[in-house]
């Protein structure tokens, strides 16, 4: 009788603990969630980079196999710079060549 009573007890204080630890301990269940939240996110800002990282490395090989077509699209249009005699029409922004 006295045992039943007693285990009863242990297993009263170790629901209490248990519960307390989930809701007041420094790492309590609004802090693991907010850790998942943010676990998430970061996965989420890694499948954007990781797609950003693909077209930069398309264009550093596209860059590798016509460096002088790079060069010059990039004094053209960044530079404002252009070869004698040559007339210039400006487009708007949307229609350049990407």
Not at 46 to 74: C, D, M, Q, W
Not at 75 to 80: G, N
């Amino acid at each position: 009788m006295v045992v039943k009573r007693l285990a009863l007890g242990f297993l009263a204080l170790a629901v209490i603990n248990t519960v307390a630890n989930l809701f007041l301990s420094d790492l309590n269940l609004g802090k693991v969630l907010s850790l998942r939240h943010a676990i998430d996110r970061l996965e989420e800002l890694t499948y954007v980079e990781k797609g950003r990282n693909l077209r930069l490395k398309a264009l550093h090989s596209r860059i590798k196999r016509n460096p002088r077509f790079y060069k010059e699209k990039f004094v053209r249009e960044y530079l404002l710079m252009f070869r004698k005699g040559e007339k210039v029409i400006p487009l708007p922004r949307e229609m350049w060549y990407r």
